[in-house]
Structures are given as C-alpha cells and as structure tokens.
C-alpha cells in the first residue's frame, strides 16, 4: 500500500541556526507524537549532515533539494548525491518548477539526476506541474503526463516504484491560490492513470502522489481526503513548526 507523505521544502529560507532551531522544535513536538504519515524535511545543502544528526531520522526523514547531474569531478559549487547521502539524508527534491524555470533544467539533466539519486540510494521527490497559461487552454492533463513521459516513465517498473511523485500547479505555488480539492484530485486521478498505462494498476496503486501548491493547515484536510492525493510537498507552511505539524495532522 502506497505510503501518505508530508514534505516540507524549506527552499532558500532560514540559515544554519535558524534551520537547527526549527528542525529541532519539529522534532520535539514529534517525538512521542503518533502520526500517520511519513514526515520529510527539504533543507538547503548547508543544513542536511546537522540537521540529520540533530533529529530522530526514523521519525522525520532529511531531504536535499536538489543534486548534480554529475557523479563527481570537477564541476564548482555542485553537490553530488554520494555527497548528499553521506550527511544522512534519504531523499532528494528533482524537477521542481523553480529548478526548472530559473535554472533551465530540461527533461535530460533531469534523467541523469533521477537515475544517480536512485543508484545511491535515495528517494527522488519528483516534481511535475503546469503553469497558469496550460491551465487556462485546458491542456494541463497533457503536458503534466508529458513531463513524466519524457522523464521517470523511462525507468524500468523497479526503478519507478522506488520513486514520489508531487503534481505542483505552477500557479498555486507561494501565490496563496490553492487548487481546489477537485482540481487536485482529477491531476492526482490523471496521473495515477497514466502510471497504470505505462507500467501497471498495481504499480499505479503503489505510488504516493504528492500535491504542492499553498498547502497550509485550513486546507491539508480536504485536500488529503481525496483517494488519489497522499500528501503535500509544503512550501511555506513548512517554515513553521506549528503550521507544518498542523499539516501533519491533517491525515
């Protein structure tokens, strides 16, 4: 049975006190907490080997967000997944709209990511989304299976299984505009249709299938209630303890 996730993505927020402080609070208040769902926290490269070794990492999983396309070399200010791993992280953020927007990463670099995040070891979050315009034209089913089409759908059944996968509409991220529970579910439904076409109703049954789009405790509950929606990969409201716990809450 696929695994219900919450994944917070800190992004270019907090410094390395800030980040412990915050890491550590999460922490307390989980560590006699009973939860139903798997807890994963998305810091910058900086914080991960201090934060894993500050944290119960059975209870809250440590993620990069992001790796090298490269295994090692020489390639300035990159950060490869063996070096991820050593910290103690489990789990590497790929293909989010913002790595994909800013910083031009196409469908290839992304293969070569996926492919050494899974060779290390680690579990590749991968994003996919649509922006405002796809959206509006009414092609957003399309183009979000596209992406995985040209991507994650390349890996063998074995591979793909060891993989998360967040829809992100491009268009809820940090504007405070949320999918609806309808919106969502029918991207959630979509995709785990074309993962059943593509390798099958078992493996399709088996993948968690994130949402991430302005996911905050008002809204995680019916958002999370709907059959195809595992959890949320959460910008913002993972910045805050007691938001992100309210997140957590919410299955």
Known sequence: MRKNIVAGNWKMNKNLQEGLALATELDGILKDKEIN??????????HLASVAA???TD???VSAQNCADKASGAYTGETSVEMIKSTGAAY???GHSERR???AETSEILND???LTLEAGLTPIYCCGEALDIREAGTQNEFVINQLKETVFKLSEEDFKKVVIAYEPIWAIGTGVTASSDQAQEMHKALREAIAAN???EVADETSILYGGSCKPSNA???FANPDVDGGLIGGASLKAEDFVGIIDAF
């Open 113 to 115: 990511k996926v492919t």
């Open 37 to 46: 769902c798997d807890v994963v926290i998305g810091t910058p490269f900086i």
């Open 199 to 201: 390798y099958s109703a």
């Open 221 to 223: 509950k019916e958002l």
């Open 54 to 56: 500050a944290i119960d």
């Open 92 to 94: 590497v953020i790929l």
């Open 59 to 61: 209870k809250i999983g």
């Open 101 to 103: 927007e800013y910083y």
